[in-house]
């Protein structure tokens, strides 16, 4: 098993900047990547961006290209999510996940983290 939890959610100003954490333990070692999704009142849940554990690389959704940053200290078994120039329609719970294999569906979730953008 694999145990995430989210930090770093809040209230910012649209055009501010917040940082998101996710810290996994438990067994990391079958980690093979870790993302980030979002999920709107009334909307499905969608993905914001993942990062291969190990070699880093990242992607994102459209959606966040070029102002979502997503990376992960492998030290310390944590991903980040540095979401600089926010809109009010980034507005979301946020949660972290794990998978073992690219293939695999995300089975490893965090408890979900708020982020309210106001305009």
């Known amino acids: 098993q694999v145990h995430l939890v989210e930090s770093g959610g809040g209230l910012v100003q649209a055009g501010g900047s917040l940082r998101l954490s996710c810290t996994a333990s438990?067994?990391?070692?079958?980690?093979?990547?870790m993302a980030w999704f979002r999920q709107a009142p009334g909307t499905e849940r969608e993905f914001v961006a993942r990062?291969?554990?190990?070699?880093?690389?990242?992607y994102y959704a459209d959606s966040v290209r070029g102002r979502f940053t997503i990376s992960r200290d492998y030290a310390k078994n944590t991903v980040y999510l540095q979401m600089n120039s926010l809109k009010p329609e980034d507005t979301a719970v946020y949660y972290c996940?794990?998978?073992?294999?690219?293939?695999?569906?995300?089975?490893?979730w965090g408890q979900g983290t708020q982020v309210t953008v106001s305009s």
């Open positions: 996940a794990a998978r073992s294999m690219p293939t695999m569906p995300y089975s490893y």
């Open positions: 990062i291969v554990w190990t070699a880093g690389t990242p």
């Open positions: 438990g067994r990391t070692f079958i980690i093979n990547d």
